[in-house]
């Protein structure tokens, strides 16, 4: 059974950091690929980063890109998300997510190539 379980979410001001957490088991990390999503209020949720099975490779929002890092420890089986230069745009609730694919994929950033889910951590960034 898939489980994926975020963590390290908070309050933070602008220009700050966090590093998000998934915890991940049911699967061998480094086979697969994860995705990390975001949902603000009142808005749809949004693809923000995914990275490859194996080889890890990754893909970047538009948005986020120069300020989050996607990375894996396989040993841990965590996938992180280090987000540095925080701005109030970025609160929302974070979600990781889990393909039974390797590749990411040029749809990495829609929601119904992802097969399993985390409850999500809130993230709020304000001045």
């Known amino acids: 059974q898939v489980q994926l379980v975020e963590s390290g979410g908070g309050l933070v001001q602008p220009g700050g950091s966090l590093r998000l957490s998934c915890a991940a088991s049911?699967?061998?990390?480094?086979?697969?690929?994860i995705g990390w999503f975001r949902q603000a209020p009142g808005k749809e949720r949004e693809g923000v980063s995914c990275i490859s099975g194996r080889y890890g490779s990754t893909s970047y929002a538009d948005s986020v890109k120069g300020r989050f890092t996607i990375a894996r420890n396989n040993a841990k089986n965590t996938v992180y998300l280090q987000m540095d230069s925080l701005k109030p745009e970025d609160t929302a609730v974070y979600y990781c997510?889990?393909?039974?694919?390797?590749?990411?994929?040029?749809?990495?950033?829609?929601?119904?190539?992802?097969?399993?889910w985390g409850q999500g951590t809130q993230v709020t960034v304000y001045s």
């Open positions: 049911g699967f061998t990390l480094d086979d697969y690929a």
């Open positions: 997510a889990h393909q039974w694919a390797r590749s990411c994929g040029s749809s990495w950033y829609r929601e119904a190539v992802y097969d399993d």
